[in-house]
């Protein structure tokens, strides 16, 4: 990545910004990199492998992280739709319990979220929140991904 307004084929980015895209926490180059199991198992709720990997890129996740968030991702998915409509109702409230105990400020670190998915195939992401995919471990993992691109760019 070159910095905005630089001269064709000039890297103009600082040396720190360099070794953080060179680093395992840069973004995935393709889907192909992120290392999932769960294959087509959201399929049903139309988030099969392929929707699901290209939400993951077009979120930049890092290879590193994006395959472990969309297994978590998945595992909660499975749970949350054996849920009654109770269960539903208790479940979100415990997310939001778990994120209170990570973060002052719930809402704002939740924006930060609704930003980052929104880059994401938009039929995909609602799938996803409906079927209770993101649930606290998945948004900490998306809310440090967001910060760690924030100061990324910063570093350009």
């Known amino acids: ?3 905005p307004n630089a001269a064709p084929g000039l890297d103009t980015r600082s040396d720190e910004a360099k070794a953080f895209d060179a680093s395992s926490l840069a973004p995935a180059k393709s889907g192909a990199e ?3 199991r769960s294959g087509d198992l959201l399929a049903p709720i ?3 492998d392929a929707k699901l990997r290209g939400a993951l890129h077009s979120m930049e996740l890092p290879a590193t992280v994006g395959g472990s968030l969309a297994e978590i991702g998945a595992r909660s998915s499975l749970a949350f739709d054996q849920l009654d409509a109770n269960g539903k109702a208790l479940w979100q409230k415990e997310q939001q319990v778990q994120l209170g105990r990570l973060y002052p400020n719930v809402a704002e670190e939740l924006k930060k979220v609704d930003a980052l998915v929104s880059q994401a195939d938009p039929k995909v992401a609602q799938a996803l929140a409906e079927h209770g995919f ?3 471990q998945v948004c900490a993992l998306l809310i440090t991904h967001t910060n760690r691109m924030a100061a990324r760019k910063a570093m350009l």
């Open 46 to 48: 139309g988030a099969g």
């Open 134 to 136: 993101f649930n606290a």
């Open 34 to 36: 992120y290392n999932m």
């Open 1 to 3: 990545m070159k910095a």
